[in-house]
């Protein structure tokens, strides 16, 4: 089996597949609302999200710290960002990458 990254008008998916059509056929099967608009075979057995392509840089865990404000925040993103924005000093862009980063992770 392989990893296969499956991206529809509306998500974009990572699932373990013995072929492209499989695949294929795991997006169809819980969103067959959406259109298919691209499968491609992961090169390696995990996936990798580049912390640089997201903006995230410097000597601090910008992963704890982010954790925090959305502990302290109690989940909600708006507060979660100004509080990063507090604590940190970056601008609102910067701010929002990462807060919505590791909301996406599962904070």
């Known amino acids: 089996m392989a990893l296969y990254e499956i991206e529809t008008n ?3 998916m990572v699932g373990w597949a013995a ?4 695949a294929e056929g795991i997006a169809k099967k819980y969103y067959p609302e959406e259109e298919v608009m691209r499968v ?3 090169p390696r057995d995990v996936w ?3 912390k640089r392509l997201l903006g995230i ?3 601090g865990d910008p ?3 982010a954790r925090d404000c959305l502990a302290r925040a109690s989940g ?3 507060h979660a960002i100004r509080l990063y924005m507090l604590d940190t000093g970056v601008d609102l862009h910067e701010a929002q990458k990462v807060i ?3 909301m996406a992770l599962g904070w």
């Open 10 to 12: 509306a998500h974009i």
């Open 19 to 22: 072929t492209r059509e499989e």
């Open 40 to 42: 491609a075979k992961r």
């Open 48 to 50: 990798v999200i580049s």
């Open 57 to 59: 840089k410097g000597t």
């Open 63 to 65: 992963c704890d710290i």
């Open 76 to 78: 909600d993103k708006v």
């Open 100 to 102: 919505e980063s590791n």
